[in-house]
């Protein structure tokens, strides 16, 4: 039994997929909707409507993924519209991304989802590393902390933050205590791509993305290591929060391995992108069998059980 539920939703399995892959239009996200995801969740939604940076903003690798895709989105009130039309009393639980370009612009959004008042919970999205010009917030605690305050006054219920990866326990620490000290916040997404890596095709001596000279948030299992650190150490030191598990999933393995680590849910980008929504089935059913092979029934049965030497 997959089933697990947290902060007011209920999930039949901990599966979803990753903000940006599959859910910029209504055919994307239906197309999610019908597959065997446990929830679904909107592209990372900007004031107004974005094109995005230029093409090619996206290439595989045999590890992975590079992505500069520059936040192409429809405008938040796309995705508002989609969620006022959807069936939640039957539908699976639905989860929208908001990632502004200014402190302005995510209050805005911030408080119009507030007056939708709709059974959805809000990633808010610390974290985009593809915009030429702008830091991630997420790496500016003090930034990320005044972000945090100001949302909570426009933003009544519980919602959650979609943070990067962080290397150094000084840092985890960082954020947690920022994280700490907003009791608005329900859970924790760890962690978006790692910022600003950079693909090389040997062959033709060149970049494989045109944005950035080739910079771009590497995903896939390049990064689950990173993914799992990060997903345990905030898990830890934010008890009584959850944690989303996002990195380098594309099996029941690394589903299993993030849960280990403490993660609620889980969340598919790369693999998704390169397989498409079948790949939700196949992983349910791997980590169906691997936790009938451990003798596990239930996803608290090894939550957060993780063992150290
Ligand atoms: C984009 C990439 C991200 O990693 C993110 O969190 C939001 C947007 C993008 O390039 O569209």
């Not at 119009?112 to 990633?123: G, I, K, R, S, T």
Request: proline content about 6%.
């Amino acid at each position: 039994d997959l089933a697990v539920a947290w902060l007011g939703i209920q999930m039949d399995n901990p599966l979803i997929n990753a903000s940006g892959v599959m859910c910029r239009t209504v055919e994307e996200l239906e197309a999610l909707r019908h597959s065997a995801a446990g929830a679904l969740i909107t592209k990372s939604c900007t004031l107004e409507p974005r094109k995005g940076n230029p093409e090619p903003r996206y290439a595989s690798t045999a590890l992975g993924s590079i992505n500069s895709m520059g936040l192409p989105n429809a405008g938040y009130r796309y995705y508002l519209d989609y969620a006022r039309r959807y069936d939640h009393e039957h539908g699976k639980p639905l989860l929208m991304s908001v990632s502004g370009m200014s402190l302005e612009d995510n209050l805005e959004m911030m408080a119009a989802f507030d007056e939708a008042a709709l059974p959805v919970l809000v990633e808010l999205n610390l974290s985009c590393p593809n915009l030429p010009g702008k830091p991630q917030i997420g790496y500016d605690f003090e930034a990320s902390a005044r972000l945090l305050a100001e949302v909570s006054k426009v933003y009544r219920r519980p919602f959650g933050v979609k943070l990067p990866p962080y290397f150094d326990p000084v840092h985890f620490g960082e954020m947690a205590d920022v994280l700490d000290g907003c009791p608005s916040i329900g859970f924790v997404t760890c962690i978006n791509s790692i910022g600003n890596g950079l693909v090389i095709d040997l062959e033709r001596e060149s970049v494989v993305i045109r944005p950035k000279d080739g910079l771009g948030g590497i995903g896939g299992d390049y990064v689950l290591p990173t993914a799992l650190a990060n997903v345990r150490e905030f898990a830890r030191r934010l008890p009584g929060r959850h944690v989303i598990g996002c990195g380098g999933i594309r099996s029941g393995r690394e589903a299993f391995m993030h849960i280990l680590a403490g993660a609620t849910v889980v969340q598919v980008g790369t693999c998704l992108y390169e397989e498409g929504p079948a790949c939700l089935a196949r992983i349910r059913d791997e980590l169906v069998y691997l936790m009938q092979d451990k003798g596990y029934r239930t996803l608290t049965d090894f939550r957060g059980r993780l063992r150290t030497l």
